[in-house]
C-alpha cells in the first residue's frame, strides 16, 4: 500500500522493483524469488488476483496466470496491482486508513 500523496512515484517505483524480481526454482543460488509451496496456494492467489481485477482494480505489471517460461512449479508473476477496492479478499485483514 502507497500513502495517496506519494501514490504517483510509489506506483512507480513498485513497478520497475517488480519488472527486476528474478524467478527461479528454490535449489538455485543466488537472490531470486522461488514458487509457492503447492498447488493449493497458487489457485488461492490466483483466485484472490482474479478477485481483485474484477473489482476494478488495475494491473501495472504481472497479473493472473504463470510467468512465462515457467510451466512447471508453483510460480505467481510479480504482481503491481493499482487502484485496489479496500474490499476485496486480497486485502485480507489489512487495515486501510485514507
Known amino acids: 500500500m502507497i500513502e495517496a500523496s506519494a501514490y504517483h512515484d510509489g506506483k512507480e ?3 520497475r522493483a517488480a519488472s527486476e524480481w528474478t524467478l527461479r526454482y528454490p535449489a538455485r543460488s ?3 524469488l522461488g514458487s509457492l509451496a503447492n498447488g493449493r496456494q497458487f489457485d488461492h492467489i490466483q483466485t484472490l488476483l482474479h478477485g481483485a ?3 476494478g482494480a488495475r494491473v501495472l505489471c504481472g497479473g493472473a496466470g504463470r510467468p512465462d517460461g515457467m510451466d512447471t512449479g508453483y510460480f ?3 504482481t503491481i496491482l493499482a487502484d485496489v477496492a479496500a474490499k476485496p479478499r486480497l486485502c485480507g485483514r489489512i487495515s486501510l486508513t485514507r
Open 30 to 32: 543466488g537472490d531470486h
Open 76 to 78: 505467481v508473476k510479480p
Open 13 to 15: 517505483a513498485a513497478q
Open 53 to 55: 481485477i474484477a473489482a
